[in-house]
C-alpha cells in the first residue's frame, strides 16, 4: 500500500483564498446592487430567460400606456362633439322659436326684418359648429375624410342661397376593444335630416328678389300630401 501526499505551499494557499474572497465580494456587491434597485434582475446577464419575459412585460405596459393615451384623446372627442350637438340642438329651438314669432301677423316690416337678421345669426353660427375642431386642430365631424372643413358655402344666384356642402368622407372608423372613432360622420349628423317641418316646404322663386313670409300653416287633406 503506498500513500500520496500533496503539499501545498504557503503561496497557493494564499491564491485560493484571495480567489474565494474576491468571488465572494462580486456576489456581495451584486446581492447589494439588487437590494438598492429593487429589481431581481439588472442585467440580461443576470438572467437571459428572466430578462427576455420582462422586456416583453415592458413592451405590453407601454403599448397599453400608447392606447390609453389615444382612447383619452378619442373620449374627448366624442364629448365635444356630443357637446356640440346639443349646442346645435339649443340653436334649432331658437330658430323654430323664432320662425313661429314671425308668423304672427302683428308684426311690422322692421319686425320681421330684425328677425330674420336673427335667423341668418342662427344659422352661421350652425356652420360654425358644424366645422368645429378638436384640441388637436382635426374637424370633430369630417368622418373619413381630410383635415380640411367638412361644410362649405356656395352662391349660385338661385334661391335659396347660400348652398351648402359636405366635403367630408361619409362613415367613420369602427370602435374596437381599445379605440373610438376619432371623428363623428359629419353627413349622417348634419346632412341626412328631413327638410322643411315634415310636412311642407316653402321657398320662394327664382325670378322673386323681394321678401316673403308665412304662417305655420293648416293641412286640409293629408291623404294629398303624397301626390
Excluded: C, H
Aim: proline share 4%; hydrophobic share 35%; aromatic share 6%.
Amino acid at each position: 500500500m503506498s500513500n500520496s501526499f500533496t503539499r501545498l505551499s504557503s503561496a497557493n494557499g494564499y491564491d485560493n483564498a484571495l480567489r474565494n474572497l474576491t468571488t465572494r465580494y462580486a456576489t456581495m456587491s451584486a446581492l447589494q446592487e439588487n437590494m438598492t434597485s429593487g429589481k431581481k434582475i439588472l442585467r440580461s446577464s443576470d438572467d437571459p430567460t428572466g430578462a427576455a419575459q420582462a422586456e416583453r412585460a415592458n413592451t405590453r405596459i407601454d403599448r397599453i400606456a400608447t392606447e390609453q393615451r389615444a382612447l383619452g384623446t378619442q373620449v374627448s372627442a366624442i364629448t365635444q362633439a356630443e357637446s356640440t350637438l346639443g349646442n346645435a340642438t339649443d340653436l334649432l329651438t331658437e330658430f323654430r322659436t323664432l320662425v313661429v314669432q314671425a308668423g304672427n301677423g302683428a308684426n311690422s316690416p322692421t319686425e320681421r326684418d330684425t328677425i330674420a337678421k336673427q335667423l341668418v345669426g342662427i344659422r352661421d353660427e350652425l356652420l360654425t359648429l358644424a366645422n368645429k375642431k378638436d384640441s388637436n386642430g382635426m374637424p370633430l365631424f369630417n368622418g373619413l375624410g381630410s383635415t380640411s372643413a367638412p361644410f362649405e358655402t356656395s352662391a349660385n344666384g338661385v334661391p335659396p342661397d347660400p348652398d351648402y356642402s359636405y366635403n367630408g368622407l361619409p362613415g367613420q372608423t369602427a370602435s374596437s376593444t381599445v379605440a373610438i372613432p376619432f371623428t363623428l360622420d359629419g353627413r349622417a349628423a348634419w346632412m341626412d335630416v328631413p327638410e322643411g317641418n315634415g310636412v311642407f316646404s316653402v321657398s320662394l322663386g327664382a325670378a322673386n328678389t323681394g321678401k316673403a313670409f308665412t304662417d305655420i300653416g293648416v293641412v286640409t287633406d293629408a291623404s294629398l300630401m303624397g301626390t
